[in-house]
Each structure stands twice: as structure tokens, then as C-alpha cells.
């Protein structure tokens, strides 16, 4: 089992629209979350953590399932300047000092 | 706003040449990454160092790898022998010692001919 699980997408949708993304992580110890953004090409950049009561930034809304390993990503009337692949993030528990991990990213294009 | 910078932003090299790429972290921060990512594929950690020394490393982190913190701003990834599956984008990363947020460069593009 992958350690993140993402829907690789794409999804397409118009301008305006409400998509959802969804993430599972295989380690029930993982202790911190978070969502990033990646453009072709591009680094990632943090778009937002996620707590374990949920947590709302603008037209972004994370929630957290503890119980589920569950973590999910609502993006309310999309743009399209937020075509780009999201990234689910967890960070890995252990001896060393917080290595993040991965899903492999669900692809959004927002369509005009 | 402080930025972690890489460089060089592309690199091409020849199968079991060395390569030294170099980022410079945000001033403040303690903790210090590599990642890389194959085209195509997921970031994938390779190696996180605090303290003057490695403190986590993964499977992909050989021996042909090795990191350094040379001076007080430098923060460098050597690849001894290049192989072609070497050929990937490499970030840095930084956070300070508070936070969980790892802050990335924009990365090296290392092709490896």
C-alpha cells in the first residue's frame, strides 16, 4: 500500500465550480498534514496545513479524519489560476527530524 | 520575502561524472532537505540534516550521495558517479526549528546524459 494515496485526475472543470480532492495515508502515526501546490515544473509550495478540526483559507477548506487516514481539499469557486497539481503531505514519524511525504498529486485544470 | 535559492537551475552531465548542487536555505532556519523528483513521478525525500550533520536518510540516499553545510549559508548535494536514472529535479528545503512548513527552492534540473 502507498504510503499517500491520491486520484492521480485529471479533473476538469469550469470556472466557478466546487471540486474536491481526496488523500489517504497508510501510517497511522503520521502526525502533521498538509496540502501544497505544485505548477509544471515547479516546486512545491505550501498551500495550506491541515489541522484535526478542520481549517478554512479563503475558497480553501482541509479537513482531517484521524480515524480514517483520511485528508481532503475543497476548493470553492474555482479559478483558473488554480489549474496546477495538488500535492497531499504528511509528515513522516521517526528517529529523524520530519521528512515530508508525498502523494503523487492530483492534477486540476480549470477550464474558462 | 526570504526564498531558499538553488543553483544552478539546469545542470547536464555525463554518466558517472560528479555534480555539486548548491542552495542557500532562508537565513533563520535550522533544519535543511533534499528531495528530488523524477519527471513524471512523486517528490520523493532523500535526505534531511540538522546540527551539522545528517539526521534522516532514505534507501535512495547511497553512497554516491553526501551533503554538506560548507559555511554558514551553503547547503550542497554531491552526486560522486552520476548514473542515468540520477536524471531528476532536485529541491532544498528549509524550516526553521518551530514550524513544521518546509519552505522549497525552485530546484535543480539534473540531466544525466
Known amino acids: 500500500r502507498k504510503e499517500v494515496e491520491q486520484d492521480p485526475g485529471p479533473f476538469n472543470v469550469p470556472e466557478g465550480a466546487t471540486v474536491a480532492f481526496n488523500c489517504t495515508y497508510s501510517n497511522s502515526a503520521s502526525q502533521s498534514f498538509f496540502w501544497y501546490r505544485q505548477d509544471c515544473r515547479k516546486e512545491p509550495k505550501l498551500l495550506m496545513s491541515?489541522?484535526?478540526s478542520g481549517n478554512e483559507d479563503g475558497r480553501f477548506t482541509a479537513q482531517l479524519n484521524r480515524a480514517s487516514q483520511y485528508i481532503s481539499l475543497l476548493i470553492r469557486d474555482s479559478k483558473l489560476s488554480d489549474s496546477a497539481t495538488y500535492l497531499c503531505?504528511?509528515?513522516?514519524?521517526?528517529?529523524?527530524?520530519?521528512?515530508?511525504?508525498f502523494g503523487s498529486g492530483t492534477r486540476l485544470q480549470v477550464q474558462p | 520575502e526570504p526564498e531558499v535559492t538553488q543553483t544552478p537551475s539546469h545542470q547536464v552531465t555525463q554518466m558517472g561524472q560528479e555534480v555539486i548542487l548548491r542552495c542557500v536555505p532562508i537565513?533563520?532556519?535550522?533544519?535543511f532537505y533534499w528531495y528530488r523528483q523524477i519527471l513524471g513521478q512523486k517528490v520523493e525525500f532523500l535526505v534531511s540534516?540538522?546540527?551539522?550533520?545528517?539526521?534522516?536518510k532514505s534507501e535512495i540516499f547511497d553512497d554516491q550521495f553526501s551533503v554538506e553545510r560548507p559555511d554558514g549559508s551553503n547547503f550542497t548535494l554531491k552526486i560522486r558517479s552520476t548514473k542515468l536514472e540520477d536524471s531528476a529535479m532536485y529541491f532544498c528545503?528549509?524550516?526553521?526549528?518551530?514550524?513544521?512548513?518546509?519552505?522549497f527552492g525552485p530546484g535543480t534540473r539534473l540531466l544525466v546524459l
Open positions: 540534516f540538522y546540527n551539522n550533520e545528517i539526521s534522516e
Open positions: 503531505v504528511v509528515n513522516t514519524p521517526g528517529t529523524g527530524r520530519r521528512a515530508l511525504t
Open positions: 528545503a528549509s524550516r526553521t526549528g518551530q514550524g513544521e512548513t518546509q519552505y
Open positions: 537565513s533563520n532556519h535550522l533544519y
Open positions: 491541515v489541522y484535526s
